[in-house]
């Protein structure tokens, strides 16, 4: 099993930043990618931005250019910077790691920080 603990999430104007932190332990080893989705009040679980151990990174096409997604292998921690936040972007963040052990792929999410963003 894999914990993920979850911070940063908070109340910001829009234009501000946050950073939000996910640090996980337990099984962590075989670790693929760690990242971020969100849930805002009435709509689907969408991707937000991922990070694979190799560093190589994705992105929500609406997220692109203000937010980013980091990655310590050392401390199995990841990182999202969010810059130029618009209300938009309120929602409850998830952390979510994969990890593929075997060929066979697990997933765990994490308990989830609310981002409000509102003047």
């Known amino acids: 099993q894999v914990q993920l603990v979850e911070s940063g999430g908070g109340l910001v104007q829009p234009g501000g930043s946050l950073r939000l932190t996910c640090a996980a332990s337990g099984s962590i080893f075989s670790i693929n990618s760690m990242g971020w989705y969100r849930q805002a009040p009435g709509k689907q679980r969408e991707l937000v931005a991922a990070?694979?151990?190799?560093?190589?990174?994705n992105y929500a096409d609406s997220v692109k250019g203000r937010f980013t997604i980091s990655r310590d292998n050392a401390k199995n921690t990841v990182y999202l910077q969010m810059n130029g936040l618009k209300p938009e972007d309120t929602a409850v963040y998830y952390c979510?790691?994969?990890?593929?052990?075997?060929?066979?792929?697990?997933?765990?999410w994490g308990q989830g920080t609310q981002v409000t963003v509102s003047s």
């Open positions: 990070i694979t151990s190799g560093g190589r990174t």
């Open positions: 979510n790691v994969v990890r593929i052990v075997f060929s066979v792929e697990y997933e765990y």
